[in-house]
Structure formats: structure tokens, C-alpha cells
């Protein structure tokens, strides 16, 4: 049932995405480094422009007809030998052949196929940056993958040493702990006026529906509706806490302003139960704007959001409720079911008296329990020098 209704997804998105396609005439531009799908480009650019780079899109925003012609000539020829591949996979394999990088760069972590492409071009070489926790949900999925020992990057930093442990079941190669490229790029300056921020994991996919648009770690079918349940909860809980703290309960926005019109219905459609509650949320303003909300926080609290951890890599004081189906707080680390700032089950009382304790104990007191519990989960380094140098021995 899953699979016939991901095939049905994957031919309406099709015809969806295709009429915005811009379609390039010309050859692909040769250049030192390729950018493998242009999600998170705008946080590489800084480091690699004085090298020169271009980007091969892989969501419909572009398609070269000179390499999608050459393309479709390989598979009609494979198709008459009967060993044709997806079409797609002609595609990128021409491209990359066309573009002639030294580097090809990805943020894309979850995308089985770019695993398989150092197969290809053993003269390239391919890096990749761990972008969240999707192997959380994903590693049953890459137990299932065919010649697993085809999936070799060169180069695969990850957020410490216990994803890269974690990665090295599924993917060879050299495992480089720089924590997140992202939360790196943004220096941190403490500036605390907001005291308490929930961070958003609201996503608009029809939640209103019973729909299946998620999958479980544990192979189960899940619609967007049970797997926002727990964001309910949680929220809840925390309403009534600021509520009868009288404190202003601030939301770290997924989306930006234009695009945010569900994202405040969601959380409006929760706070209409609580009458005098003050709350807010902030609109995502480019890529670094929740990182700075999360410096101007007194008390960070979170389910099982890759910027909660990054948060605490940051060294900002949180709460992390990780009640969500099969996310334990802390995986790959084997950290208890609960802890001083961590509950992976919803007991109101007790998880209400961790909030309190945290958000009143002094930094100092808060950086050795986080030590204590969690210390390098996720390396903190300033301004990525990690890779900055490692690129420079590269080319």
C-alpha cells in the first residue's frame, strides 16, 4: 500500500513540478567544485566562491537539454539491450561527466543515490554534510539498500563522533566531526530577551487529512495527524506553564513570512483554550535567523528537532521532551528515558519541574550539567575552520 501510494505521489508531483522548469541551453559551466542539489547552498558559498562553483539542481528548478537529450539517447539505447536504469540516473551521470568538478559537495544526507556516485568517478572527489537526524529515521532504510559497499564518500562530516560511528555501519570513508555547518556559520552572541522558546516542527503537508506522508523508524505507516499529536501535547503543556507563569511562550517559526499563513494556524488553533495567554512567533528570516533567536533565549524547549541539539551545542540552557515514536533523546548516544533536562515520556509534574529547575539555574551551573550528560554530541566549530582547511588540502 506504501509503495503504490509513493508511486502515485512521485507521477502528480511530476506533472506538478514541470511546468516550473527552467530549461538551460547551454553546456553545464565547468567549474572546481559542484554543488549536488541547491538546498543549504546559501550556507557554503562564503567558503568555496573564490574557488568557483556551479550547481546541479535536483528538484525541478533547472534542466540542461543538451544533457537530458544525451540522456535519453543512453537509456533508449540500454532500454533495447534490456539493461536500461531510471532515466534520471543518465542524467546525473552526464552532468557530473559535463561539469568536470574536482569536488562535488551535498548536504543531502538521506539521498541513497549520491552514496553510489564515487562508483562512478573515482578522479572526483565527493563530500557530504550530515544536514539533521534523518538517519534516525532512515537506518532501516539503509539496512535495505543492495552492494551497500558501493556507498563510499570521501569525505562525510558529521555532527561527532557518535554519528559518525552510526554512519559507518551504511557508508565508508573518511568521517570528519565538524557538528552542524550551519549552527558553525553563526558566531554566538548572547543577548537574552526572550525567556522561554518552543522550537516549531510544524511542516504544511495537508495535516488536516489522514494521509500517509510519514514513515516510522519502525516501518509503520503514520499520517502527518498522529505525528503531530506529539507536538500537540507538548505545546499544550507548555501554554499552561506560561500561562500560569505569565510568561510570553515564543515560537521559533519554521517558515518565513510569506509562507507561514498555516504555521500560525496550527498554534492558533491550540491557544484559542488559553485565554490571556501572550505569545509569538517568529518568522524564519534566512537561514541563520533561529540560531540568533536561540542566543536571545534564556530557555530553549524542544521534541526532537535537529536545532535543539545545535541549540545545546550553542550552550543555551533547553529541555528537550522527546515523546515522539522511536526519537529517544540523545540517540546515538544511549542516554537514560529521562534525565535533568531530557524526558522521553510526557509526566506532566515531573517534566514541568524539569523546565522550572533549568530555566532558573545560572549558566555556569547549566554548562557543567550539560557536560556532564551530553558533552560533544555535537562539536561546536567556529566559523567551520574544520573544513575550511580541509578544502584547501583538496584543491
Not at 535536483?58 to 534542466?63: D, L, P, S
Not at 543538451?66 to 551521470?93: E, G, H, M, V
Amino acid at each position: 500500500m506504501y509503495l503504490f501510494y509513493k508511486s502515485q505521489k512521485k507521477i502528480i508531483k511530476f506533472f506538478k513540478n514541470i511546468k516550473k522548469v527552467k530549461f538551460i541551453l547551454t553546456a553545464p559551466h565547468k567549474k572546481k567544485i559542484l554543488i549536488y542539489d541547491n538546498s543549504n547552498s546559501d550556507i557554503i558559498t562564503k567558503y568555496i566562491k573564490k574557488f568557483g562553483y556551479s550547481v546541479f539542481y535536483t528538484r525541478w528548478e533547472e534542466i540542461n537539454l543538451k544533457i537530458l537529450i544525451k540522456s535519453i539517447i543512453f537509456f533508449i539505447t540500454d532500454l533495447i539491450l534490456f539493461k536500461a536504469k531510471p532515466l534520471q540516473r543518465y542524467y546525473i551521470y552526464e552532468f557530473i561527466k559535463a561539469s568536470q568538478p574536482k569536488v562535488v559537495i551535498s548536504f543531502i544526507d538521506n539521498r541513497f543515490s549520491y552514496l553510489k556516485l564515487k562508483s562512478q568517478f573515482s578522479n572526483i572527489k565527493f563530500i557530504l554534510f550530515q544536514n539533521g537526524n534523518s538517519i534516525n529515521d532512515f537506518r532501516n532504510e539503509f539496512k535495505t539498500i543492495k552492494n551497500r559497499k558501493n556507498n563510499f564518500i570521501d569525505y562525510f562530516f558529521t555532527f561527532s563522533n557518535f554519528f559518525s560511528n552510526e554512519y559507518a555501519k551504511f557508508v565508508k570513508g573518511e568521517k570528519i566531526e565538524l557538528g552542524s555547518i550551519k549552527n558553525n556559520s553563526v558566531k554566538i552572541k548572547k543577548r537574552k530577551n526572550i525567556d522561554f522558546l518552543y522550537i516549531s516542527q510544524f511542516r504544511f503537508f495537508s495535516i488536516y487529512k489522514n494521509e500517509f506522508y510519514y514513515k516510522t523508524n519502525a516501518r509503520k505507516l503514520e499520517s502527518w495527524n498522529e505525528f503531530y499529536a506529539s507536538d500537540r501535547k507538548v505545546v499544550n503543556l507548555l501554554a499552561s506553564y506560561c500561562l500560569k507563569k505569565k510568561i510570553k511562550l515564543s515560537i521559533a517559526g519554521f517558515y518565513n513570512i510569506k509562507n507561514n499563513f498555516e504555521e500560525i494556524k496550527f498554534y492558533k488553533n491550540i491557544f484559542k483554550n488559553y485565554k490571556g495567554l501572550k505569545w509569538k512567533i517568529y518568522s524564519r528570516d534566512g537561514q541563520f535567523h533561529s540560531y540568533k533567536l536561540i542566543d536571545r533565549s534564556n530557555l530553549v524547549v524542544f521534541i526532537d528537532s535537529a536545532l535543539g541539539y545545535e541549540a545545546l551545542a550553542r550552550n543555551t540552557k533547553c529541555v528537550a521532551l522527546s515523546i515522539r515514536q522511536g526519537r529517544d533523546f540523545g540517540w546515538p548516544k544511549k542516554l537514560g528515558k529521562e534525565g535533568p533536562f531530557w524526558d522521553n515520556y510526557l509526566d506532566k509534574k515531573r517534566c514541568l519541574k524539569k523546565i522550572e529547575k533549568i530555566a532558573n539555574i545560572s549558566n555556569i551551573q547549566w554548562k557543567k550539567l550539560k557536560n556532564r550528560h551530553i558533552k560533544d554530541f555535537i562539536h561546536f566549530n567556529d566559523n567551520n575552520s574544520i573544513f575550511k582547511k580541509k578544502l584547501k588540502e583538496i584543491l
